[in-house]
């Protein structure tokens, strides 16, 4: 049996977007405007609950945090200090707009938003562009759909920053 493993080269648009606030009230701002995703969708669909879990999800937040990860803390590991926390930032139903026409769609889902603090104090969020990302699949509907993401994204992150 053969292996086969194919590679295709992308061009990413990285963003970063700066604030003048300080790094708490940037994470404060962000965890007001994007609430925490109920996760309860999920047992749901494992009961064969999809219709629940459908309408759990709707009545959701455009977009929610999946889950966050203090990288700054992880750094302590290293003798650093520094403040960063890596965010799962999308919506689940966005995400199955976008994996019901490429499945391999759902690498990108949800996205991956940094906010973090450098060494002389200035705050910022970072992550690749969801147009850039899903673009790659070359799918007009996943198009769509990445192009809605990065408005809804960039909007709540500028809002937040500014």
Do not use: C, W
Not at 93 to 104: E, Q
Not at 131 to 139: D, H, I, K, L, V
């Amino acid at each position: 049996m053969t292996d086969q493993v194919s590679s295709t080269q992308i061009t990413v648009e990285h963003v970063t977007l700066r604030s003048t606030k300080s790094f708490e009230a940037v994470r404060s701002g962000l965890e007001a405007a994007v609430p925490p995703l109920d996760h309860a969708y999920a047992g749901l669909l494992l009961d064969g609950q999809v219709d629940a879990a459908r309408d759990l999800l709707e009545r959701q937040a455009p977009l929610s945090i999946f889950g966050a990860r203090d990288h700054g803390g992880l750094l302590r590991t290293a003798g650093l200090s520094r403040k960063a926390i890596q965010y799962d930032i999308g919506n689940p139903l966005t995400a199955a707009r976008m994996t019901r026409h490429v499945l391999s769609a759902a690498l990108y889902a949800p996205i991956r938003v940094v906010l973090r603090e450098d060494a002389e104090g200035g705050v910022a969020f970072e992550y690749d562009r969801p147009a850039s990302t899903f673009g790659q699949f070359g799918n007009p509907e996943v198009d769509a759909v990445a192009a809605d993401l990065d408005d809804q994204l960039r909007s709540v992150l500028a809002r937040t920053a500014a």
